[in-house]
């Protein structure tokens, strides 16, 4: 029996999800600020790269199938952290190509942000699984914390860090910047993965899974527990993501928000955030009845947020008296409780089912994600202006859809219930085949 992951191999495998967010925040933030204001494009352009993006994440499932069938998942994360990288240079150098050559450097990007996708699909998807295989049950919560805290760490350093180094702006500048981000991605991706399935290996490996993909997705799509998660993750992370773009709009329209103002009131949000991670771990520690209960944390955080959403569509109603800040606040506590529980649970659910389709069911989970968030806010600002439409009030608009967002979180809250009740039927009819053969032994 292998020793499980000690609390500095959790972190070393952070070290892979820091580098994961450090190349995919430069490609969708300070590549999207640089074509739409440096270069002077229209802004469509970086929102169809981003949906390219997360388009190609579809395929989640096929490339944990494809580490199921080596039965190894570190060739996964380095391979796909190196095609991340090279997908990041490569769209710093179509941006900074526009400057020149528009249509050549839109192509580029577009081959770029293909691979950004496929890379981040293949390693995210096979981390997962890693982190999930070496982890003690009931530090599950606590690593989800951590890895996701340390991909946020990312996002913040690199933001300062090209911020920085950026100033004053040329395309070369950001070419070598864009650069030497992907090779401390690539550096931190070694130093995380360096013997972690090594130990793994020292014991007795299972044979490699054979079959089609085709066999394996329908395999895991007859799982109920795996069938419901996955539902369940779509409709949880559409409530989550459908806010993201129409948040600071709501705070200038109803509220006459400066966009400095509403930029801070995104900080508040990321902020909330945080500490909602560290909550579940930290509660989890005072209170031990509640550790690796992750089924009372992920309905909890669905209906919290489901009131935080509620409050929101109140302050359209209200105006100015409300506390927006406090709000939006709570709203990032809540989502992060709700964030780190979900992230657990996939851990959790991950091995449950069939043998040696971890990788499906991560792939098919994440997949499910990938595609909630590349709609989510699309679907978001269409709501908010087919409302506006309707209604003819901007307060009446953004109230309906953030009172349609809690009643999605609220869908969520039952769902997870519904999940559970599968994993308890699937845990009881395994044990009564454990029971049966044990029977047969004994009788034999």
Not at 8 to 17: E, F, T
Not at 113 to 132: D, Q, R
Not at 231 to 248: G, H, K, N, P, R
Not at 326 to 341: H, M
Request: glycine share 12%.
């Amino acid at each position: 029996m292998m020793r499980p992951l000690s609390w500095l191999g959790i972190v070393r495998m952070g070290l892979v999800q820091t580098g994961l967010g450090a190349i995919v925040v430069l490609t969708t933030s300070t590549l999207n600020r640089v074509m739409v204001v440096e270069l002077a494009l229209p802004a469509m352009l970086p929102g169809a790269l981003v949906a390219i993006h997360y388009a190609l994440q579809v395929f989640r499932p096929a490339w944990g199938h494809g580490s199921d069938r080596g039965a190894r998942r570190t060739p996964w994360i380095i391979g796909g952290m190196a095609v991340l990288a090279l997908g990041g240079f490569l769209a710093a150098v179509a941006t900074a190509w526009m400057a020149t050559q528009p249509l050549f450097g839109v192509a580029l990007a577009i081959v770029a942000f293909c691979l950004i996708g496929g890379g981040v699909g293949a390693a995210g998807t096979s981390l997962l699984v890693l982190l999930a295989k070496r982890v003690d049950d009931k530090r599950r919560a606590a690593a989800a914390t951590i890895v996701w805290v340390m991909m946020i760490a990312g996002f913040i350093v690199t933001t300062g860090f090209a911020g920085h180094l950026l100033d004053p702006f040329s395309p070369s500048r950001l070419v070598a910047v864009s650069g030497g981000v992907s090779l401390i991605a690539m550096l931190l991706t070694f130093i995380g993965v360096w013997g972690i399935e090594g130990k793994l290996a020292a014991g007795p490996v299972a044979a490699p899974e054979k079959g089609s993909f085709r066999a394996a997705i329908k395999e895991v799509w007859a799982e109920p527990q795996a069938r419901r998660f996955a539902i369940f993750v779509f409709v949880s992370m559409l409530a989550y993501s459908a806010q993201d773009l129409i948040l600071e709009p709501f705070a200038g329209a109803v509220f006459a928000f400066t966009p400095g103002e509403t930029t801070k009131l995104s900080s508040v949000q990321h902020g909330g955030t945080l500490l909602g991670m560290a909550l579940v771990p930290l509660i989890g520690a005072l209170l031990p009845k509640t550790r690796g209960n992750l089924k009372v944390w992920t309905v909890g955080g669905c209906i919290a947020s489901a009131l935080a959403l509620l409050g929101l569509s109140t302050a359209a109603m209200v105006g100015g008296s409300w506390p927006l800040r406090e709000n939006v606040f709570l709203l990032g506590v809540t989502n992060g409780a709700y964030a780190v529980a979900a992230i657990g649970s996939m851990m959790e659910l991950v091995s449950a089912g069939g043998e040696k389709r971890e990788g499906v069911r991560m792939g098919l989970w994440g997949a499910a994600q990938a595609i909630a968030f590349g709609i989510g806010g699309f679907v978001g600002t269409l709501a908010s202006d087919v409302a506006r439409l309707i209604l003819s009030s901007p307060a009446l608009s953004y109230a309906s859809v953030f009172a349609a967002e809690a009643g999605l979180f609220v869908v969520s809250a039952v769902m997870a219930v519904w999940v559970h009740r599968a994993q308890q039927r699937s845990a009881r009819s395994a044990g009564r085949d454990v029971d049966l053969s044990n029977a047969a032994v004994a009788g034999g």
